[in-house]
Structures are given as C-alpha cells and as structure tokens.
C-alpha cells in the first residue's frame, strides 16, 4: 500500500524567512497530493492540493511543487507569519479512495 | 452549515469497555473516513465508506468495527477498548474532487 514520508519533524524559523517541508510516497499510481493545516485543538484543514499532471501549483503565499519520476513533493510558504504556526501535513491517494497522510511537520513562527 | 460534526468530543474508558463514536456530515458527501491522530505518527486510516451500507479496512482497522446504515452518519465502534486506543480520532467526509472536511476531534483516554 501508500506510504508517505514527511521531513522534517519539527520546523522553527524566523517571520518572513520562507519555510519548506518535503514528503515522498511509494505508490507510482498516485496522483492526488494535498497539504492540510492543522491549528491547536482542530481538524485538519486543506490549504492547496497538486494533481500528477500539474507541475507546481501557487496560491498567494504558498506553493506546492511534484516531481512524479521522483515520487517527491514539497510544500513552500513564503513570508511566513505567526499565524503560519501549526501542523502540516502532506498526503497522497492513488486511484482507489484512500488518502494516506505523512507524519506532520509542526512549524514555529517566531515573531 | 455544520459541516462534519463528531460526538462526544472527550470520552473516558476502562479497559474493556465499549463505545460509539458517531460522525454525521450534511454536505451529501459519498465518502466518509475514519482517522486516528497519535504524536509522531500522523492520521492513520481505520475504516472508510465509499457510499451508504458500505464499509472497507484502512491501515489500522483491528478493534474497530464500523457503520453507515445512513448516508449522513459513520459510526465507530470498540468493542473491547484497549489502552493502545487512546488517541485522537477524526471523523472526515470527501467530496468527488477529493477535499476531506474534518470533524474537531474526539479525544479518547482508555485507562
């Protein structure tokens, strides 16, 4: 089945440096990679999703760059800002009607 | 506009004990899922639904059973809670373009 690696773990830096996470996944049939945002005592919320056919896809501050021949895809969030702190998390799913979720990434903003 | 909505939101369990977590959406939404949310270790698949009366495995389906005799509710049950259940679950609804709504959670301690 799917598998999803998310690196790193934990990501601290500084408001308006840029902050990247980057995931791959196994399955060569999968073609639906979404990023959620998860706040403090909340369900995950979807903020961009890139399909296989689609290199890079952009919206205001944050970007999400697939590469299919290497099964890896990363998420860019420009300018941070506090309200950027949170967890994220990258998922795939292939043709059938699993979304298979990476580990998480929590960033910190510092003000 | 409720959206996808999760009771209870915290539960208390001895081991051996039984309950009914119950997951209802209003947004006509085929697909339901059934995730659980440990430190480290992402959103895991329990069960999922692709349609009213059907039911199928995720990655982590033992000690779960689960139910959808209505299209709006997905129910998860655990027949015999365990102290390796204790996690947070949530409950998620899919449209056809693929965006999961999640629920806020349901905190489950199993003592």
């Known amino acids: 089945g799917e598998n999803v690696e998310q690196h790193p773990s934990t990501l601290s830096v500084q408001e308006g440096d840029s902050a990247v996470i980057k995931c791959t996944y196994s399955?060569?049939?999968?073609?639906?990679f979404p990023w959620y945002k998860q706040e403090l005592g909340k369900g995950p919320q979807l903020i961009i999703d890139?399909?296989?056919?689609?290199g890079e896809k952009k919206d205001q501050r944050i970007a999400v760059t697939l590469n299919k021949t290497a099964k890896h895809f990363s998420l860019h969030i420009t300018e941070t800002q506090p309200e950027d702190s949170a967890v994220y998390f990258c998922?795939?799913?292939?043709?059938?009607?699993?979304?298979?979720f990476g580990a998480g990434t929590r960033l910190f903003v510092k003000a | 506009n409720a959206g996808v909505t999760q009771t209870p939101k915290f539960r208390v369990l001895k081991t051996g004990q039984s309950m009914t977590l119950l997951c209802a959406q209003d947004?006509?939404?085929?697909?339901m899922y059934w995730y659980r949310q440990d430190p480290g270790m992402g959103l895991r698949l329990i069960h999922y639904?692709?349609?009213?009366?059907?039911?199928a495995k995720g990655e982590v389906p033992d000690g779960y059973n689960v139910s959808r005799l209505k299209k709006q509710n997905f129910l998860l049950g655990l027949e015999s809670a365990a102290p390796s259940q204790t996690s947070v679950y949530f409950c998620a609804s899919r449209t056809t373009a693929g965006e999961l709504f999640f629920g806020e959670g349901s905190r489950l301690t199993v003592l």
């Open positions: 639904s692709v349609g009213e009366g059907t039911t």
């Open positions: 947004m006509n939404h085929e697909y």
């Open positions: 890139i399909r296989s056919n689609v």
């Open positions: 998922a795939a799913r292939g043709g059938g009607f699993k979304t298979i």
């Open positions: 399955d060569s049939a999968s073609n639906y």
